[in-house]
C-alpha cells in the first residue's frame, strides 16, 4: 500500500508565497518521477512542475520562474515552494508519483489534494 500524503497548501494574499510538501509512504522499492498537478475550478488537471530521479525539472510556461520543484530523496518526499503568487494560481493541487512497489510494476499514484487559495 502506497500513500501520498500533501500539505502546506491555504490561504494567502497576492504576491505571497507557500511551500507544499508530499511526503510517500509504503512498500516502496523505486520513486521514478514526482510531479504536481493542480485542479482550478471548472478547469481540467494541469501538470505545473516534475522531477525525474536523474534530476531532470520541467514547469508549465504559467509558473516558470515563480516555482521551484524539489525533492528529498531520503525521506521520498517533493516540496513545491511558490513564490510570486497570482489569483489564478488558485486551485486544488495534486501531487504524483510514478513508483515501482515490491510487489507490482510501476504505476501513478496521487495524493488526495491541498487547496490553495490565493485572495487578498
Known amino acids: 500500500q502506497v500513500q501520498l500524503v500533501e500539505s502546506g497548501g491555504g490561504l494567502v494574499q497576492p504576491g505571497g508565497s507557500l511551500r507544499l510538501s508530499c511526503a510517500t509512504s509504503?512498500?516502496?522499492?523505486?520513486?521514478?518521477?514526482m510531479a504536481w498537478y493542480r485542479q482550478a475550478p471548472g478547469k481540467q488537471r494541469e501538470l505545473i512542475a516534475s522531477m525525474t530521479t536523474s534530476g531532470s525539472i520541467g514547469y508549465a510556461d504559467s509558473v516558470k520562474g515563480r516555482f521551484t520543484i524539489s525533492r528529498d530523496n531520503a525521506k521520498n518526499t517533493v516540496y513545491l515552494q511558490m513564490n510570486s503568487l497570482k489569483p489564478e494560481d488558485t486551485a486544488v493541487y495534486y501531487c504524483n508519483a510514478r513508483i515501482q512497489t515490491y510487489d507490482s510494476a510501476g504505476r501513478d499514484y496521487w495524493g488526495q489534494g491541498t487547496q490553495v487559495t490565493v485572495s487578498s
Open positions: 509504503g512498500s516502496i522499492f523505486r520513486i521514478y518521477a
